[in-house]
């Protein structure tokens, strides 16, 4: 089995449904020798930020000189992405090696009456048996969606479970409140093990500490009144904060908003704790280089100069209130393009009024997922905005439109879908 085909087994999956619960990625694991048991992890579910926190935990775990599994999803550009060890994407051919055996395990599982494994949970089997196989000493974990019934949730004693910010996403699945989506993202929550919380909206909040309640998990909220932001532009942030009651100034981060400084507070939350804990030697010089090299792309991302492109994942209200506070602060004065493009399954008004009275022309596109919305259909729901607006099917066509008619001193946004912008990445990178 080559890379290709490697790829190509995974997502055929698909074809097979979804099943709820953890008794397949159980069983499939447990064929593979059980490589999760072996791990340190950090488990993170949330609705927005969880793969920014996950990366600034594992920056500052790296620059300590600690070999550091990191996983996320979904990827940008390229499959590997998702899986990586110190900042570098698993080979390829190890994609290959391991699916080849996986695919003999799944084999033996379907001859045991067992359900075809989806997609997510095979990659998450290969991500525990290739951190595994590198010895790592400490793995950040991306939950995929929700937590409950996540494949990633198949851990037992994770060394913290990390909550970021929760809102109204995915409600088809996890619910139409945020009471129903806390309780699913809380069912990462472990006995014994610490639960380390974004501040939430109280309704979320409650259910999570009295989750925390019933295992018998140490509640600890972020405080971010203490937060100073001292600086602020599009390409970098420095702010001052107490952790732990240590007073940090001068702190410097690359990823942009005000909500990314929040995301780095918490993973210092996070790397605080498991620092004294695991009697681990994280000093200060440590958690400063970890934080301004962290990257995390596609989230408020500077792609290009004269004109301007940004990319970013927005596709649901927080995300989007992120991304507007960002274009208010940083290019209100600016003529701004938005090249956008959605699922269908998304809150496509919310996303709609929050960015489009921000823009002088709107480009719509169509993200390469069968979820996705037409751009047509995209487009009128965008003309009662009383905005200039056209349609650009294809996405490489939107994106070389927008460069078209924007001058030098222009800032053009691309946003509404993780599935369009990794394209977006690529195509203004090879013009």
């Not at 301004?292 to 100069?305: A, L």
Request: hydrophobic letters at 35%.
């Amino acid at each position: 089995m080559n890379y290709n085909e490697a790829l190509n087994y995974i997502h055929e999956s698909h074809k097979f449904g979804v099943r709820l619960g953890l008794d397949n990625i159980k069983k499939l694991l447990e064929l593979l020798g059980n490589p999760q048991e072996n791990l340190k992890i950090i488990h993170v579910a949330g609705t927005n930020g969880k793969g920014s926190t996950c990366s600034f935990i594992s920056s500052i775990l790296k620059e300590s000189g600690y070999k550091v599994g990191l996983y996320t999803s979904p990827f940008l550009e390229t499959f590997t992405e998702r899986i990586r060890v110190d900042g570098e994407n698993i080979p390829e051919e190890e994609v290959a090696k391991i699916v080849a055996l996986i695919k003999e395990k799944i084999e033996i599982m379907v001859k045991d009456g067992y359900s075809y494994p989806t997609e997510f949970e095979i990659v998450t089997a290969m991500a525990f048996y290739y951190y595994n196989q590198k010895e790592v000493d400490f793995v950040a974990l991306e939950v995929g969606l929700g937590g409950r019934y996540d494949a990633t949730n198949v851990i037992d004693k994770p060394l913290a479970s990390v909550i970021t910010s929760i809102s109204l996403d995915h409600t088809g699945i996890l619910g139409d409140t945020l009471a129903k989506i806390a309780f699913e993202k809380g069912g990462i929550i472990k006995e014994g093990c610490p639960t380390i919380v974004y501040p939430q909206n109280k309704e979320a909040e409650n259910v999570i500490k009295n989750i925390c309640d019933e295992v018998k998990s140490t509640y600890i909220e972020c405080n971010f009144k203490d937060i100073n932001i001292k600086e602020s532009n599009i390409n970098f942030q420095k702010y001052d904060c107490i952790i732990g009651g240590k007073e940090y100034k001068d702190l410097e981060i690359k990823l942009i908003g005000d909500h990314q400084v929040n995301n780095s507070v918490l993973a210092l939350n996070v790397i605080n704790y498991i620092n004294s804990k695991e009697n681990l030697n994280i000093n200060e010089e440590s958690i400063r280089h970890g934080l301004k090299e962290t990257k995390w792309p596609g989230r408020i991302e500077k792609i290009k100069e004269e004109p301007m492109v940004i990319i970013d994942g927005a596709h649901n209200e927080e995300g989007a209130t992120s991304l507007a506070n960002s274009i208010d602060k940083y290019f209100e004065d600016k003529n701004k393009i938005l090249v956008i493009g959605m699922l269908e399954d998304k809150d496509i008004s919310s996303v709609l009024d929050l960015l489009i009275p921000r823009f002088n022309k709107v480009i719509t596109t169509t993200p390469d997922n069968p979820r996705s919305i037409d751009a047509n259909k995209l487009t009128e729901k965008i003309e009662k905005y009383n905005v200039e607006v056209e349609c650009k099917s294809k996405i490489e066509d939107a994106v070389r439109g927008a460069l078209k008619v924007a001058s030098k001193n222009d800032v053009i946004i691309c946003a509404g879908s993780l599935y369009m912008i990794g394209n977006i990445r690529t195509i203004v990178r090879d013009i």
